[in-house]
């Protein structure tokens, strides 16, 4: 089958960030499926460009046996949500100028960000494509849940067009349990949803070795590996390092990855006098198991 893959980021095994998008697009290949992805041109992490210099609206490229179309979104959106939302709408109206090229069999699409929802479910009547969602986050449910938006009818009417869509969708990949129960609740059809959870087998580079690994030994060591966003909640491991640095417990905490909180876990361990807490940059995700 002919499938087109919306995702707004697909993080090669040597980048940093989440492997979901990249191991569900390997094993649809390893299916053997034809498989082409639209991906933003800006790494998710980062906000930087992940284009070739030039300017160009598009770019495709064959990497491990499939097309990868990367498609121009406005760069820096951590400075302000202003600058996220020209981000997800550009790589919105791109992916969907973009994807009307061919003609697809299938339309799979991870529903992050919102704007994307509309773009997956235009392309599967354009091409007459079943479309099968993935439910990454919900929606409205994670910006109500943050504080990011209110009750109200602009909340009531983002939840019924999600639910006209994933009524409409030939079948729903959710990322958790709970996605899958409360996606019941909703009103969908507990038969369409399959249960796939972030668990997939690690690439390793053998090869790297991690500078920092030695100054560990000698005092017990937590390890945090991940986003540091909203949906992480890591004040509450600081918080822990901090109590138990008062009480003279000899543990490190080690923090690795990127996120829009990263700085103000920083600062507040910088403000507070917590030393016990060391927070790295993102590695690849070969580097990680190591």
């Not at 499938?3 to 390893?30: K, N, Q, S, V």
């Not at 905490?253 to 016990?276: P, S």
Request: charged share 20%.
């Amino acid at each position: 089958s002919r499938i087109l893959f919306l995702t707004y980021h697909l993080p090669t095994p040597g980048e940093a960030g989440a492997g979901r998008p990249w191991a569900e697009a390997t094993m649809l290949r390893d299916n053997g499926h034809e498989v082409t992805v639209i991906t933003a041109g800006t790494h998710y992490l980062t906000g930087k460009s992940t284009m070739p210099p030039g300017g160009r609206l598009f770019t495709t490229e064959r990497i491990e046996g499939m097309s990868v179309a990367k498609v121009y979104a406005v760069r820096g959106f951590r400075k302000s949500m202003l600058r996220r939302l020209m981000n997800y709408i550009s790589f919105s109206l791109l992916a969907l100028f973009r994807g009307i090229a061919g003609r697809q069999d299938y339309v799979f699409m991870g529903t992050d960000p919102l704007f994307i929802v509309p773009v997956g479910y235009l392309l599967s009547l354009c091409h007459r494509a079943r479309l099968v969602l993935d439910e990454r986050d919900l929606f409205p449910d994670t910006l109500l849940a943050h504080g990011m938006m209110r009750p109200g009818m602009l909340a009531a009417s983002i939840e019924r067009w999600h639910n006209f869509v994933r009524r409409r969708a030939h079948h729903i990949v959710a990322a958790t349990p709970g996605i899958k129960e409360l996606l019941v609740k909703k009103g969908i059809n507990a038969d369409k949803i399959t249960v796939m959870v972030n668990c997939f087998p690690p690439e390793v580079d053998g090869n790297v070795r991690i500078p920092a690994a030695a100054e560990w030994e000698g005092s017990p060591t937590v390890f945090y590996g991940g986003g540091m966003g909203m949906t992480n909640a890591l004040m509450t491991i600081v918080e822990a390092a901090r109590l138990l640095q008062e009480r003279d417990v000899d543990v490190r905490f080690v923090f690795v990855g990127e996120g829009d909180l990263k700085a103000t876990y920083i600062r507040h361990c910088e403000e507070q006098g917590i030393d016990n807490c060391r927070f790295l940059p993102a590695v690849t995700r070969s580097e990680m198991p190591l």
